[in-house]
């Protein structure tokens, strides 16, 4: 903002007869070896302060009104941009890239969407001799891609050497991300990226995630799952001290809870920022190492962007003060409410819920908060978090994402319950997802009478004005939902999609109570019926008499054997079951021995 009021006072000034001269300085020496490796691997060098010097002396008293001075490496610009060179105004400066010349029988690099196809084409029999032809292929895939952002040749990419002692910055490692799940369809999140480093361990992974089956079974929905802890203590806050004007929007990941802040983003009265994700912790200095190579860290930065006139880059150097500082949390909420202008804020980050301690943590810090309970059915929530892998993005080691979304809904949930019983009433107010994308407007309202504040159309056009919707940088990850944008408007179908939705295990019976209670039918365990066991008919002769012997069941299961009389004739048969009722009390169980049932048609004893 601050260079282009520059460049406009400058073309101001000479339209009014006046002297005015811009300058658009390129990078200054000065900097440390990583910014300057980061600049060169983008076709950038730095200015010696003798040249700047040089050059001022030579512009200064120029006729031209704007011009920009910068030491440029047109080679690997023309690298790192390969298609800049085909547009008029560059070729000038510009140099055709060289084209890679493969070696005899070397395969051609593919794109993503090839690659996928390819690696998903997997002959069992010889996986291990497939798998070392895939991690191959990929490799290629990344030399390529990565080469291209660092601008450097594919070929002489060291596959075993870190990408970050080769230049790869953090602004490169998202633009590594976003053309991976572009291509590859795969959601990748930092934390894998900066876990696998080279590319050989990048590739090796990337297969195993492409072609591996992480669905869960059965038998692992019942086993239980570890839930990720958060490791920080908690300073004491004196009463006087709580953070007034707050109110959190609370629910499980994958709720929607992205498309409840947008809405509430475009109420002039309210202050509804990305994912803070500040509550859990006491001191900044927690926060910055559990967050740290995840990406989560991101939604402070860019909500600060939006009360200070500040880049991206000097919001991140105020966090980094309170960083080094240890500033408390209560502290950066305190610093937010007072550049809110008395606007209620609304704290919205689902890893709230999943800790009891978080959320008795916001009693303690906020004045009379305010709480919006967010559900969606557990069905939906499952599904959307094990296709988003979001068990990657919280760093959880499981086998089983379906197990684990399973535990974070209902944790989640009854947590927010629990709390809504420890409060007033009138601090509590529940909403559904799927009431909401169908009846936005009574949903809204009811939201708007619950926070004291006027209803506004505006609530309803998520998609329209500036709601911090987008990533930090132009090629970073929104922050919040990343399929938000796919959308441009509230889709009441979504309220549906449950229905559709098959999961590998059935639901376990504390989770199904809860849903119940929050009035979702489960037709996956409703509906889940024994199949009828085929009956089989054995003939067998007993002293010249035919008799048939019909069998069904489990044959896991306790034998019972049931012997039908001719009217009168039941009570005949009581001495044999007796006897053999006596012998298995004396002899111990065996499969064979079991309960009896005796009788005629009107009268039937069991034993």
Not at 316 to 339: C, M, P
Not at 394 to 419: C, F, H, K, M, V
Not at 543 to 568: A, M, N, T
Request: charged content about 20%.
């Amino acid at each position: 903002m601050a260079n282009s009021f520059m460049d406009a006072i400058g073309h101001y000034r000479r339209q009014l007869g006046l002297p005015a001269t811009v300058i658009n300085w390129g990078a200054w020496a000065g900097e440390g070896m990583a910014t300057q490796q980061t600049l060169a691997v983008r076709g950038l060098k730095t200015l010696e302060l003798s040249q700047g010097l040089q050059w001022f002396s030579q512009l200064r008293s120029s006729s031209i009104t704007q011009m920009g001075v910068m030491a440029m490496d047109w080679e690997g610009v023309a690298a790192q941009f390969p298609l800049l060179a085909q547009q008029p105004y560059w070729s000038m400066v510009l140099p055709s890239p060289t084209p890679i010349v493969l070696a005899a029988g070397e395969a051609k690099p593919i794109g993503g969407q090839a690659l996928k196809a390819q690696l998903q084409r997997i002959n069992p029999d010889t996986e291990g001799t497939l798998r070392a032809h895939q991690e191959a292929l990929v490799k290629t895939y990344l030399q390529e891609l990565l080469g291209q952002i660092l601008g450097l040749n594919p070929q002489e990419l060291d596959p075993t050497v870190s990408l970050l002692d080769l230049g790869l910055d953090s602004l490169m490692v998202m633009e590594a991300i976003a053309k991976l799940q572009s291509e590859l369809e795969l959601m990748i999140y930092p934390r894998e990226f900066y876990e696998h480093p080279h590319i050989n361990s990048l590739a090796k992974y990337l297969v195993q995630e492409l072609t591996g089956s992480n669905t869960g079974t059965e038998e692992a929905g019942i086993a239980p799952v570890v839930l990720p802890t958060i490791k920080t203590n908690y300073p004491a806050v004196a009463p006087e001290k709580r953070v007034k004007n707050v109110a959190l929007l609370l629910s499980s990941p994958r709720s929607g809870s992205t498309l409840l802040r947008v809405m509430l983003a475009g109420h002039p009265q309210l202050w509804v920022p990305p994912e803070l994700h500040l509550l859990p912790f006491g001191y900044m200095g927690d926060r910055a190492q559990e967050l740290a190579n995840s990406g989560l860290s991101q939604g402070l930065i860019k909500a600060l962007t939006t009360l200070k006139p500040w880049s991206p880059e000097q919001a991140q150097a105020q966090v980094e003060d309170w960083i080094k500082a240890n500033t408390t949390v209560g502290e950066v909420y305190q610093w937010l409410g007072d550049l809110t202008c008395d606007r209620l804020v609304i704290d919205k980050s689902p890893s709230y819920a999943s800790s009891m301690a978080t959320l008795q943590r916001s009693e303690e810090l906020f004045e009379r908060p305010k709480y919006i309970h967010l559900v969606r059915h557990p069905y939906s929530v499952m599904d959307s978090f094990t296709r988003m892998r979001m068990d990657k993005l919280l760093g959880a080691n499981t086998s089983n994402p379906y197990g684990l979304a399973e535990s974070i809904w209902r944790e989640s949930n009854q947590n927010i319950l629990d709390l809504a019983a420890q409060i007033d009433r009138d601090r509590y107010h529940l909403i559904s997802y799927e009431e909401l994308v169908t009846n936005p407007a009574p949903v809204m309202e009811k939201l708007c009478q619950f926070l004291a504040i006027d209803y506004t159309p505006q609530l309803l056009q998520p998609y329209e004005g500036e709601r911090m919707t987008s990533g930090l940088y132009e090629n970073s990850m929104a922050v919040g939902d990343p399929n938000f944008l796919q959308r441009n408007a509230i889709d009441p179908a979504l309220a549906q999609v449950w229905k559709g939705i098959k999961l590998p295990h059935l639901l376990s019976p504390q989770t199904q109570t809860l849903a119940r209670q929050l009035a979702y039918s489960l037709p996956q365990e409703e509906q889940r019926t024994i199949p009828a066991p085929e009956m089989v008919e054995t003939f067998i002769n007993i002293r010249g008499l035919e008799l048939c012997l019909c069998s069904w069941g489990l044959e896991q299961s306790p034998l019972i054997f049931c012997v039908h009389g001719i009217l009168e004739q039941g009570a005949a048969w009581s001495q044999v079951a007796i006897e053999l009722v006596n012998k298995r009390l004396s002899g111990g169980s065996s499969r064979s021995s079991g309960p009896w049932a005796i009788g005629s048609c009107w009268q039937r004893r069991l034993l």
